[in-house]
Structures are given as C-alpha cells and as structure tokens.
C-alpha cells in the first residue's frame, strides 16, 4: 500500500482556507477593539526585531496548552472561546498552521498576513524587547 503524505506547503494552504487572516492594520484594529494579540515569535526574534506593545506573548512550542480552555496549562487571560485571537510569527507562516490548530480546539483564531515584518513595515506600534 502506497503512502501519499503531504508536504508543509499543502498543509499552510489548508491551514490558510480555515482562517479569515488579516493585514497588520486590520489587526491592529481588531486589537484596539477588544481581540487578543499573540506574538509566537521566539526570544531571539523578539531580541533581534523588538515587540508590540501590549500583545501577549506565548511561545509557539507552548501555544497549545496555554490556549486550550480545557487544559491545567491554559493562561486564563488568553484561552477564551469569547474572543478573538490573532496569532504573530515572524513572517505569517507558523501563525497560519498555529491558528488553523487552535481552530480545532473551538477558538476564534486567526493571523496577521506577513508577521512581525509586515507590521513593522506598515509602520504599527514596535518597541524595543
């Protein structure tokens, strides 16, 4: 029996039909109007390129567990099926699977087209980490 698997390409478009994704102004927005911002970067991204201001940061090899709202690991200020949750990585590819997986679990989720770096070039609030 042959195995097809697919590859990480087929899995971002999947991930990306799943999720009504959003430009960095957009997002801005919708955080400014109550949504909840999640930076996923690493500390080293966050070290290198700065922050936003009053996102919530949550690591990607975490992000699961703290937003589950059944899990004991959940960060009670983010794992809320009543808000909205927009993922930022670096460039908006982890963020899209990430958000496609927090779909699963019954969350309102979503990303910011381009990341860090397109919100950093739309000119949105950056401050040093």
């Not at 909840?36 to 966050?46: H, K, M, P, T, W």
């Not at 390129?49 to 200020?77: E, K, M, Q």
């Not at 309102?108 to 950093?120: K, L």
Request: charged letters at 25%; aromatic letters at 4%; proline letters at 6%.
């Amino acid at each position: 029996m042959e195995h097809r698997y697919a590859t990480v390409d087929q899995l971002l478009d999947e991930a990306r039909g799943q999720i009504e994704r959003l430009s960095p102004v957009e997002a801005e927005a919708a955080a400014n109007a109550g949504a909840v911002l999640i930076d996923i970067r690493s500390d080293g991204q966050r070290a290198r390129d700065g922050t936003i201001p009053d996102a919530a940061f949550i690591p990607r090899n975490v992000l699961d567990w703290r937003l589950d709202p059944a899990s004991p690991h959940r960060d009670p200020g983010c794992a809320r099926r009543d808000t909205r949750l927009i993922l930022i990585c670096s460039e908006g590819y982890q963020s899209s699977l990430a958000a496609a997986t927090l779909k699963r679990l019954g969350l309102d989720a979503t990303d910011v087209i381009g990341g860090f770096q397109a919100w950093r070039r739309a000119g949105l609030p950056v401050a040093p980490d």
